[in-house]
């Protein structure tokens, strides 16, 4: 079983939907959450970090965290072509060398 | 933040050669890490470089391999030697400022002909 189980879609939306994203983990031990986007030919950039459990916002996104289901989720509101890209869930824990652990992607076209 | 200026962006190889990747970032950072992105599957840690002493490598992934450089503080290199079409990836270098972000590279593809 793979420490993060991430679909990776492609998931196809229109302009304006809500979209939804959302990874699983294993390790009761991450603390820190993230979900990275990454466009075509580019490499990652964070979008969204949460340490521990709860929601987080920032304009049309919002992170939430269940710990006690190890269930991570984004949601993307009013979605453009703009936001088409890969999203990356990304984990990592207090201890054992802090490393990071991705998830595999998730690739979204949002349609004019 | 960080930026890094990663090198090449693409190429293409032939098999039984190697390829070396350049990674520069715009500030002194301690360690810095090289990944592995092959399609639908997720970024996987090669190994961790510090300066002034040798990488720590992931399992399943060795020096003789993937020998990596870090002459400084702001510069690292990774080779992928003896290449062969199953090395085709897209590799990425990455640093973090101490905190839980990671800043990545643009990421180098590389196709093994």
């Known amino acids: 079983q793979k420490e993060v189980e991430q679909d990776p879609g492609p998931l196809s939306v229109p302009e304006g939907a809500i979209v939804s994203l959302n990874c699983t983990y294993s390790n009761s031990a991450f603390q820190y959450f993230m979900w990275y986007r990454q466009y075509s030919r580019k490499g990652p950039e964070l979008l969204m970090y949460?340490?521990?459990?709860g929601n987080k916002e920032d304009g049309r996104f919002t992170a939430q965290v269940d710990k006690s289901s190890k269930y991570i989720s984004l949601f993307i509101r009013d979605s453009q072509p703009s936001d088409s890209a890969t999203y990356l869930c990304a984990m990592m824990s207090d201890t054992g060398g802090f490393k990071t652990i991705f998830g595999a992607g998730t690739r979204l076209f949002v349609k004019a | 933040s960080a930026v890094i200026s990663q090198k090449p962006s693409r190429d293409i190889c032939q098999r039984g050669t190697s390829l070396t990747i350049q990674c520069q970032v715009d500030?002194?950072?301690?360690?810095m890490f090289w990944y592995r992105q092959q399609p639908g599957q997720s970024l996987t840690l090669i190994a961790t470089a510090n300066q002034g002493s040798e990488a720590t490598y992931e399992s399943g992934f060795v020096i003789d391999k993937f020998p990596i450089s870090r002459p400084n503080l702001t510069f690292s290199t990774l080779t992928v030697s003896n290449l062969s079409p199953e090395d085709s990836s897209i590799y990425l270098c990455?640093?973090?400022?101490?905190?839980?972000?990671?800043?990545f590279g643009q990421g180098t593809r590389l196709t093994v002909v």
């Open positions: 990455s640093v973090d400022l101490g905190g839980a972000e990671a800043f």
């Open positions: 949460t340490y521990s459990s």
């Open positions: 500030s002194q950072v301690t360690m």
